[in-house]
T-cell receptor, first 110, second 115 residues
Framework: QKEVEQNSGPLSVPEGAIASLNCTYS??????FFWYRQYSGKSPELIMS????GDKEDGRFTAQLNKASQYVSLLIRDSQPSDSATYLC??????????FGTGTSLTVIP | DAGVIQSPRHEVTEMGQEVTLRCKPI?????LFWYRQTMMRGLELLIY????????DSGMPEDRFSAKMPNASFSTLKIQPSEPRDSAVYFC?????????????FGDGTRLSIL
């Protein structure tokens, strides 16, 4: 079982809609969770971090963490074409090891 | 503050040649990570250092790959001899701790093509 699982997509949403990206993980003791955005041909860029259960909002982005169900999600409100990218979920597990998911490709259609 | 700096940005060489990739982490970050990214395999951790010491090199694919961190501000990833299947984008990242609650920050990557 992989440490981090993501649906590779592609996920397509119309401009202005809410994009929902999901990630599940296997190590129940994982502590820290991150969302990275990677544009084609570019490096991963940190957009959100979350450490405790619940929601964390930053502008149009909301990260949600549910440790009991072992999932973390990223919501993008009012999606824009510039949000089109691959979104990588990452975490550190109980062994303090850092893992990335394989990423979900998002396309926002104008 | 300057981010993670990698060089070269692009490298094209013939198989069998030695390739050296370079990385300068963000000042004050004491952990450094080397990744390889391909379409087929995604982002793979090759090796990471904490306080200049290699902690986990289980991701290094073969003995042809080696990495060093002689000081806190410089690291190299070397491939000798290189093979076409080594073609990928290689990223260096750094963080403040050994991967705990601090995120990693990535350099722009080196796009490596082995002919």
């Amino acid at each position: 079982q992989k440490e981090v699982e993501q649906n590779s997509g592609p996920l397509s949403v119309p401009e202005g809609a809410i994009a929902s990206l999901n990630c599940t993980y296997s190590d129940r003791g994982s502590q820290s969770f991150f969302w990275y955005r990677q544009y084609s041909g570019k490096s991963p860029e940190l957009i959100m971090s979350i450490y405790s259960n619940g929601d964390k909002e930053d502008g149009r982005f909301t990260a949600q963490l549910n440790k009991a169900s072992q999932y973390v999600s990223l919501l993008i409100r009012d999606s824009q074409p510039s949000d089109s990218a691959t979104y990588l979920c990452a975490l550190t597990n109980t062994g303090n090891q850092f893992y990335f998911g394989t990423g979900t490709s998002l396309t926002v259609i104008p | 503050d300057a981010g993670v700096i990698q060089s070269p940005r692009h490298e094209v060489t013939e198989m069998g040649q030695e390739v050296t990739l370079r990385c300068k982490p963000i000042s004050g970050h004491n952990s450094l990570f080397w990744y390889r990214q391909t379409m087929m395999r995604g982002l793979e951790l090759l090796i990471y250092f904490n306080n200049n010491v290699p902690i986990d090199d289980s991701g290094m694919p073969e003995d042809r790959f080696s990495a060093k961190m002689p000081n806190a501000s410089f690291s190299t990833l070397k491939i000798q001899p290189s093979e076409p299947r080594d073609s990928a984008v290689y990223f260096c990242a750094s963080s403040r701790t050994g991967g705990g609650n601090q995120p990693q920050h990535f350099g722009d990557g080196t796009r490596l093509s082995i002919l």
